[in-house]
């Protein structure tokens, strides 16, 4: 009979083969505690393809998604890629495939896409560029002003993208379950329980266009509120002079922020708002992972050769 493994005894374990196996483990922010505190590195989805990019590792073990350990594929192929648990998904990338991204591209022959890193590699390969909530923006600005921009396939990014860029795109109706349930009534009773705490909101949340107009007509004070991605948040937690934040996103950030800012408090903006997705990844199955080499993320060649291009662009861009 075997027998069970303590906590800090599979977190040894873990440490111990990622050194026998010359691997690097890489999480993202809505990652559950445990799976944080073994991780050589914790980011966002930009942060995580440069640090994959950019290791010697032999081995990566992706606690995220799986377009994100795509991603590292990609950028890697000599690498080993693996993810924890094959069913952790998006929901977001879930709602367009790459035939949808062709379709627009036949009827706008001279149009330019920029897919969301928040997609499986076929849809990344049928796009000009990629990107992520941190860089959106950036990535619009670059694309000359005559052209016609699809953003697939988070509407309220696109929605933000827009308002920010002031450029008319075409924008992909797909959301993600988790931030299109924070909601506007979320942010007002929230703020009016906490009129000392800076609001820091991710630009995929459902409120994010009433705050964004709220915020151009002055009815929402600029000081005090801040559309930025999960590494914004990180970074404007640990610069403001405040000590409260009320946080709009995936509740899993939390603990890195708190881990980080322990004389600060964290306030969510929803408590329910959690991927179920992200939770699939567990300490059992990191070490899983690391013990029988599963589950390896390979993506296909051509897809990966023409993926890499928008997602070069991206990192190149910043």
């Not at 445990?34 to 914790?42: G, K, L, M, N, T």
Request: proline share 5%; hydrophobic share 40%.
């Amino acid at each position: 009979m075997a027998i069970a493994l303590t906590v800090e005894q599979v977190k040894e374990r873990i440490q111990e083969l990622k050194r026998e196996r010359h691997a690097v483990l890489l999480a993202h922010n809505y990652q559950v505690p445990d799976v944080q505190d073994v991780a050589d590195f914790i980011g966002d989805s930009l942060a995580l393809s440069r640090k994959a990019a950019a290791t010697d590792a032999e081995e990566i073990v992706f606690c995220g998604v799986h377009f994100m350990a795509e991603t590292a594929s990609i950028l890697c192929p000599d690498k080993r890629i693996l993810i924890p648990d094959l069913g952790a998904g998006c929901s977001l990338a879930s709602t367009i495939v790459a035939e949808d991204v062709r379709a627009w591209k036949e009827e706008h022959p001279d149009g330019v896409v920029v897919a969301y890193v928040n997609t499986d590699a076929a849809v990344k390969a049928e796009a000009d560029y990629c990107c992520t909530s941190t860089n959106a923006v950036k990535v619009v600005q670059a694309i000359p002003p005559g052209k016609e921009v699809f953003f697939v396939p988070d509407m309220f990014l696109g929605a933000y993208v827009q308002k920010v860029t002031g450029r008319k795109l075409h924008i992909w109706q797909g959301e993600c379950h988790v931030h299109a349930g924070i909601r506007p009534e979320d942010i007002r009773r929230k703020m009016a329980e906490h009129p000392d705490a800076e609001f820091l909101i991710h630009p995929e949340c459902g409120c994010v266009s009433n705050c964004m107009y709220l915020l151009a007509d002055g009815e929402m004070d600029a000081e005090r509120a801040h559309i930025v991605s999960t590494e914004g948040m990180v970074k404007r937690v640990r610069e403001s002079p405040r000590d409260k934040f009320i946080v709009a996103t995936e509740t899993g950030i939390l603990y890195r922020l708190k881990k980080e800012n322990p004389g600060k408090t964290l306030i969510p903006a929803n408590p329910d708002a959690v991927c179920k997705y992200m939770k699939m990844i567990t300490l059992e199955k990191v070490l899983r992972s690391l013990e029988d080499g599963v589950y390896e993320v390979k993506v296909p060649r051509e897809i990966a050769e023409r993926a890499r291009v928008a997602i070069d662009r991206m990192v190149a861009i910043g």
